[in-house]
């Protein structure tokens, strides 16, 4: 996944959202690709302690913001970001799956050229929807890309 990102938009100096951040691998790895400062939202008690302590671990403490948050509370309650990528792996079976790429893309949370990527399994499919541009498969997870042209 990164290196279909870094080939086709790269991620030096970018600013990420990591939604669902879990441990904060996705994070972690853009940091070390050149993303200049990651902002990680995850509900987890368990992810907060994580991602803090590799933050430490990283010395990038200075570029990783967790916010503490169920990702639809984020959504709603936080101003829109301008964020050059911005990953969503949730849940399989979170029921905002569907309407995620409506909810980013028709709000100012992606830069424009930004790219919304989403980590999702076969119940969902957004290859009919026109605005993906990437869909492919890795194992049980499928990677979709959602670049934000800016309303064109």
Same mark, same amino acid.
């Given at each position: 996944?990164?290196?279909?990102?870094?080939?086709?938009?790269?991620?030096?100096?970018?600013?990420?959202?990591? @939604?669902?951040?879990?441990?904060?691998?996705?994070? =972690?790895?853009?940091?070390?690709?050149?993303?200049?400062?990651?902002?990680?939202?995850?509900?987890?008690?368990?992810?907060?302690?994580?991602?803090?302590?590799?933050?430490?671990?990283?010395?990038?403490?200075?570029?990783?913001?967790?916010?503490?948050?169920?990702?639809?509370? =984020?959504?709603?309650?936080?101003?829109?970001?301008?964020?050059?990528?911005?990953?969503?792996?949730?849940?399989?079976?979170?029921?905002?799956?569907?309407?995620?790429?409506?909810?980013?893309?028709?709000?100012?949370? @992606?830069?424009? $050229?930004?790219? @919304?990527?989403?980590?999702? $399994?076969?119940?969902?499919? =957004?290859?009919? $929807?026109?605005?993906?541009?990437?869909?492919?498969?890795?194992?049980?997870?499928?990677?979709?890309? =959602?670049?934000? $042209?800016?309303?064109?």
């Amino acid at each position: 996944m990164f290196n279909i990102i870094e080939s086709r938009k790269g991620i030096h100096n970018t600013r990420v959202l990591d @939604l669902f951040a879990g441990t904060g691998n996705l994070g =972690f790895e853009a940091i070390s690709r050149g993303a200049s400062h990651v902002t990680s939202v995850d509900s987890s008690p368990e992810s907060a302690r994580l991602i803090k302590a590799g933050t430490k671990w990283f010395g990038i403490e200075s570029q990783v913001t967790f916010v503490q948050s169920d990702v639809d509370e =984020f959504l709603e309650k936080y101003s829109p970001g301008s964020f050059d990528i911005i990953f969503a792996d949730p849940p399989y079976d979170w029921p905002g799956i569907p309407g995620l790429p409506d909810r980013i893309l028709n709000t100012s949370w @992606l830069v424009e $050229d930004g790219w @919304l990527v989403i980590e999702h $399994d076969a119940r969902h499919s =957004f290859v009919k $929807d026109p605005r993906c541009v990437f869909a492919k498969p890795y194992g049980r997870t499928i990677v979709s890309i =959602f670049p934000n $042209d800016g309303g064109e």
